[in-house]
């Protein structure tokens, strides 16, 4: 009898333009799962099927008892992938779970989980050079039979990823922002966790924005102030806010209601060690926008995203430019980039090779 040897898989996933790549769902060929029961989690597998069977009662789908997270992994000039700080994401998504009692994941079984999936869908991390990258999902959920309001018997972590396009196709482009007068989350809430009822709140706020037009003005997304008092910047959409002072100082809110960014983390360092400016987290009050002469968003999916105006009521202010970034933000956008694709030193423990 003759055996057949397993084909190997391409190099290159075969239908996918790296081109028009976007961020929509494209199901890639392993994902991993493991589950917590009896007070541990099990070793974890990969497997082919991209559909959980959960039961009907588990919390996740009731009481939102979940969370998850956003990390990439890039290809470098010479082959080679880099998964940006996914420690930092494996610390803010214990920081979640905490908050939701759900049980922790340690570092160790978190970035194995991430190099595994990476690993085992190579031929869908785009090519050096497109600007594509591989999004990874971890996530945690509640699961197993249960009614009343408390925490599930048993969980689920998952890791799973899908090719993405650059944010921006034709280079660094200014968004305008609307602010809201709705919050994506309450003074002492779940703000500054990765959970899924945060981003339920986020959606009517979302889409009202982007439904209107003000003076010819079209809105990306919602801008929230902070819940408590309602007259300083927290969050842009799904991202963080920086700014940069007339006096040349990189400028982010601190509040306990913000999802801390491992993007903003990343430029505050990056804003001081490598372009020698001051670095403070501070308020930014939303009535005193002329003290700033550049805005940005930034996080995982937006990498910096130039702020081109914000609607505030009647208050249309633009910052730099409608139409190009500002130079500090196209410096610290370089930066990045470049320390994500390899073409820049990183800071020591920013890239885990795989
Ligand atoms: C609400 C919110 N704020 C900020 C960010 C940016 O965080 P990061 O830079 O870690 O992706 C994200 C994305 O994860 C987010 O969902």
Redesign the pocket.
Known sequence: MTQTAPKAAPDIAPDIDWATLGFSYIRTDLRYLSHWKDGAWDAGTLTEDNVLHIAEGSTAIHYGQQCF???KAYRCKDGTVNVFRPD??AA?MRRSCRRVLMPEISDEQFIDAVTQVVRANERFIPPYGTGGSLYLRPFVIGVGDNIGVRTAPEFIFGVFCVPVGPYFKGGLTPQNFLVSGYD?AAPHGTGAA?VGG??AA?LMPGQQAKDTVIDGHHFADALYLDPETHTKIE?V????FFAVTRDGRFVTPKSPS???????Y?LLWLAEHRLNMLVEEGDVFIDALDGYTEAGA?????VITPIGGIQNGDTFHVFHSETEAGPVTRRLYDELVGIQYGDVTAPDGWIVKV
Do not use: D, F, H, M
């Open positions: 997270e956003g990390l930092q994401n803010r994506r990765k945060n981003y986020s969050e959409g799904a991202a963080n913000i999802l801390e960014s491992i993007t903003k990343s930034c996080g995982t999916a937006a």
